[in-house]
């Protein structure tokens, strides 16, 4: 935390709240589909890219890095998925067992996962 300048934390945290709003507040599905998976990768790439500017040496462990920020996506864009009468964003924790119904409103997933 010492060597993230005051301005990039606040900055950072805005995102991550505006981000959470739209994808985990709101209910606007369609923006939902439209978006997410590309927000994930914005803020993967944007992460990435800050941690380093900040610390160039870092950039020795580009490819680690890449290759989990790509692994973590692809494991969140699976496990989540939003109801089409609601809108809520529903995450499946339980992987032998995901959930066919929404837990807000009680309407069939089209697409549990
Ligand atoms: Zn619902």
Do not use: E
């Not at 709101?26 to 997410?36: G, I």
């Amino acid at each position: 935390m010492a060597g993230i300048p005051v301005p990039v934390f606040v900055v950072g945290a805005l995102i991550g709240f505006v981000w959470m709003d739209a994808f985990y507040f709101s209910n606007d599905v369609a923006f939902k589909r439209k978006y997410f998976r590309a927000s994930l990768i914005a803020m993967d790439c944007l992460l990435i890219g800050l941690a380093i500017v900040l610390n160039p040496g870092l950039a020795v462990f580009l490819p680690f890095a890449v290759l989990f920020a790509a692994l973590s996506t692809a494991w969140t864009i699976w496990v989540t998925t939003f109801c089409d009468s609601c809108g809520r964003t529903i995450v499946h924790h339980q992987l032998l067992d995901p959930l066919l119904f929404c837990a807000s409103c009680g309407a069939r997933l089209t697409r549990p996962r």
